[in-house]
């Protein structure tokens, strides 16, 4: 079996200047990316796509960690605005000669640096285990939940938009009845090459769901998300350095 990794990097970022070279537990995140592949023979190579220069990215890259070749491939500069989509990142690497024959790809983003190599070696053995097409990490959302609407109305530029409970509040239930609910927390993506080519997008077929816990699911996209996941990888024990995993 062979496994392609990507990990998308893109330069710029409105919120967090520099956001992928943003450190948190002494490395950056594009390197917490490439760790968590450290050692998972079944990772042939990993891609990181980018628009930073190779000097400018990692002058001391770390690459001796893991077992597989990582390239890092400069993407066009249409592929490296505001609005390009990871997806579209991910059909320029796989239109490329040298990533076709690959039977799984894994997403790894690197706004999610708590995620382990642990992690991705486990969600690899789920996918192949059950037998499924692609697959996503994921947070259990706990309690009671509200989803917030907005319903355009005839008027021009007006909406009206609320809150609508997901239980009903004239019987409430027992929390601890309650369904089991996730949300995507973003740390993993694995799919077959055929998946994103059918269907344009990351998830199809048969999904399976890789389950994390909430204290490691932060997806770095303010400077608070930044300073949490800071805060928590002083505070956990962190597989990515612990070289008997």
């Known amino acids: 079996m062979k496994i392609l990794a990507i990990i998308p990097a893109r330069k ?3 919120r967090i200047k520099d956001k992928n070279l943003q450190t948190v537990g002494g490395y950056t995140l594009i390197e917490h990316a490439v760790l968590s592949t450290a050692c998972i023979l079944k990772i042939e190579r990993v891609v990181i796509s980018t628009d930073y220069d190779n000097l400018e990215l990692c002058p001391d890259w770390p690459v001796s960690p893991t077992n597989a070749f990582v390239d890092v491939l400069n993407r066009p500069p249409e592929l490296a605005d505001d609005n390009t989509t990871t997806e579209a990142v991910m059909e320029h690497i796989l239109g490329m000669d040298q990533y076709h024959g690959y ?3 894994v997403l790894l983003q690197p706004t999610s640096p708590l995620r382990t190599r642990r992690d991705v070696y486990s969600a690899i053995k789920q996918i192949v285990n059950e037998g499924t097409d692609s697959l996503f990490s994921a947070a259990e959302l706990p309690g009671f939940i509200w ?3 907005e319903i355009p109305m005839a008027e021009a530029g007006l909406r009206w938009h609320g809150w609508v ?3 009903n509040i004239s019987n409430r239930p027992f929390s601890q009845n309650m369904p089991s609910r996730v949300h995507e927390n973003g740390a993993i993506y694995i799919f077959k090459p055929w998946v994103l080519k059918e269907t344009g997008g990351r998830l199809g077929g048969k999904i399976s769901v890789y389950l994390m816990d909430r204290l490691r699911s932060v997806d770095i996209d303010t400077p608070e998300d930044l ?3 800071r805060r928590i990888a002083r505070f956990i ?4 350095n612990d070289k008997n995993q």
């Open 227 to 229: 300073d949490e996941a």
């Open 165 to 167: 409970p997901e239980y």
């Open 12 to 14: 710029g970022s409105k």
């Open 103 to 105: 039977d799984y790809v």
């Open 147 to 149: 989803s917030h609407f």
């Open 237 to 240: 024990n962190y597989e990515q």
